[in-house]
């Protein structure tokens, strides 16, 4: 008797970037700069909402897509924020962004239905198209400044194009798109049947004043679907809380998938999720972005070639010069060095290794000398 699975589960690779950090973890007197999660607690008020929720047992079913007066406060916060006019009925609570994506890719593709994703990129992409039976079209940028070239945009399109994903800012580089690169996207996509994913989940983390997301464009507002999360912005990631954000027709196919699946997200961290808008995120990016300078001006000291990231807390860093493959070299640097980063590989670009500062100034200090006496061999 032969058992069979799923085929498209048989056929996903287990994460490189988990089995990276094990590795990292496991190697005696090695520090990584390697998570990409904010190395600060959770804001009280957060947690305090969660309890009072607790304590007066918000503990049954809520209703599918989240209480109302979630989405209510998604709704106004989107709008006053970022000047995006999505009703309560258009959004729904997710459990973290990981869950809208996968609701979205399900909800949108057919087998075979491909899906553009600019590399490098966040490694769930990948995979997640490959579960919903889709084909991922990588799309490098490595050699535009990270930023989508039109022409390569259109050499990618097929008759099967179903979508594509824009991340800005980006995970691992920490770039946003220019207005430029999100005006040409616009104009090569108008007039054409895809979908655009807004994965803005770093959105709050940006060090530029000058920052626009493909969400903007609402002449486009059937196709676009927009992804957040409570992870990054308020220190929430155990939480597993985010929403996702569509034209109502779509929205209301997307409920169907979410809801199967899930039913919900829980009842009680719903009140958290709304004192989690109301806090102050200034002083986290504030810090966030006193790292990046402290970092970047390190590794260019290194002489390494870095671009200097506009948001998120990632660097990605050029390591072609030594000849090696990021997994050599990123080993490597490991075992000799006892400082660990993620090879760029594991985001779809071979070459780079990608840093993440969410680690204190001391931490940094040491695993920054680190790079810098391990390079000094090579
Ligand atoms: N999108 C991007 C670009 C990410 O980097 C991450 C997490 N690293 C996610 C989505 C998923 O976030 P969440 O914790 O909300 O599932």
New binding site residues.
């Given amino acids: 008797m032969e058992l069979t699975l799923n085929s498209a589960v048989l056929n996903v690779e287990p994460s490189g970037i988990r089995r990276f950090t094990y590795l990292v973890r496991d190697t005696p007197g090695a520090c990584g700069l390697t998570i990409?999660?904010p190395d600060l607690d959770t804001p009280e008020a957060v947690k305090e909402a969660a309890k009072a929720a607790l304590d007066s047992n918000d503990t049954h079913y809520p209703p599918g897509n989240g209480y109302p007066y979630l989405l209510e406060a998604i709704s106004k916060f989107e709008a006053e924020r970022h000047g995006l006019h999505y009703s309560p009925e258009e959004i729904i609570a997710?459990?973290?962004?990981?869950?809208?994506?996968f609701v979205i890719f399900s909800t949108l593709l057919n087998p075979g239905d491909e899906v553009i994703i600019p590399t490098p990129?966040?490694g769930?992409?990948e995979s997640i198209v490959q579960l919903c039976r889709g084909v991922p079209v990588m799309l490098p940028t490595e050699k535009n400044r990270f930023q989508i070239d039109p022409e390569a945009l259109k050499a990618a399109i097929t008759d099967k194009t179903k979508a594509i994903i824009l991340?800005s800012p980006?995970?691992?580089t920490g770039c946003i798109y220019t207005k430029e690169t999100l005006d040409g996207i616009h104009d090569i996509l108008l007039d054409k049947p895809i979908f655009v994913v807004c994965?803005d989940?770093?959105r709050t983390l940006t060090y530029t004043g000058d920052y626009h997301s493909f969400s903007e464009y609402q002449d486009m507002r059937d196709r676009i679907i927009i992804?957040?999360?409570?992870?990054?912005p308020y220190a929430?990631?155990g939480w597993?809380?985010?929403y996702c954000m569509a034209d109502a027709p779509i929205r209301d196919r997307l409920q169907i998938f979410h809801q199967n699946c899930v039913t919900s997200v829980p009842s009680f961290v719903q009140r958290a999720c709304v004192a989690a808008l109301e806090s102050d995120t200034k002083p986290v990016t504030e810090l966030f972005r006193k790292r990046k300078e402290y970092v970047y001006k390190r590794l260019v000291d290194m002489g390494l070639e870095v671009q200097e990231p506009e948001g998120?807390f990632y660097m990605f860093i050029n390591i072609e010069k030594y000849g090696m493959d990021s997994v050599t070299f990123c080993t490597k640097m490991l075992q000799e060095g006892l400082v660990g980063l993620i090879p760029g590989v594991y985001f779809g670009t071979e070459g780079y290794m990608r840093l993440s500062y969410c680690y204190s100034d001391e931490d940094l200090k040491r695993g920054l000398d680190r790079i810098e006496a391990f390079l000094k061999t090579l």
């Fill in positions: 990409g999660e997710t459990v973290g962004a990981t869950e809208s994506l990129a966040f769930l992409y991340t980006n995970n691992p994965d989940v770093y992804v957040q999360s409570f992870s990054k929430m990631t597993r809380l985010g998120a």
